[in-house]
């Protein structure tokens, strides 16, 4: 079965730069049907969708964080990751990865999620 787990560190200090990994298993990256995306929640607030990379490299993001997030794809290890530049406490949040499947324009499958801190 398809699963998606995140893995990174929870702590960054601010104006360093978030690496998140979200790792794929059941299903290549590459497969030409699917977005992959990351989101996030900060406490007491919504999800925002961060941006993504589709399965043939290109990318998207939210123009809120365009400066500053980069999304790529390592296929040989059926990652996709997350790099969030110049960090603060505002971006404190549980970071989720999540598979969109271009025939039903859903989220179909996501990770559990993983809670990183931005603190001094």
């Known amino acids: 079965q398809v699963q998606l787990q995140e893995s990174g560190p929870g702590l960054v200090k601010p104006s360093q730069t978030l690496s998140l990994t979200c790792t794929v298993s059941?299903?290549?990256?590459?497969?030409?049907?699917?977005?992959w995306t990351w989101i996030r929640q900060p406490p007491g607030k919504g999800l925002e969708w961060m941006g993504a990379?589709?399965?043939?490299?290109?990318?998207y993001y939210s123009p809120s964080l365009k400066s500053r997030t980069s999304i790529s794809r390592d296929t040989s290890k059926n990652h996709f990751t997350l790099q969030l530049s110049s960090v603060t406490p505002e971006d404190t949040a549980v970071y989720y990865c999540?598979?969109?499947?271009?025939?039903?324009?859903?989220?179909?499958?996501w990770g559990q999620g993983t809670q990183v801190f931005v603190s001094s």
């Open positions: 999540a598979r969109v499947a271009l025939a039903s324009w859903s989220y179909d499958y």
């Open positions: 990379i589709r399965y043939s490299g290109s990318t």
């Open positions: 059941g299903v290549s990256v590459t497969t030409n049907v699917y977005y």
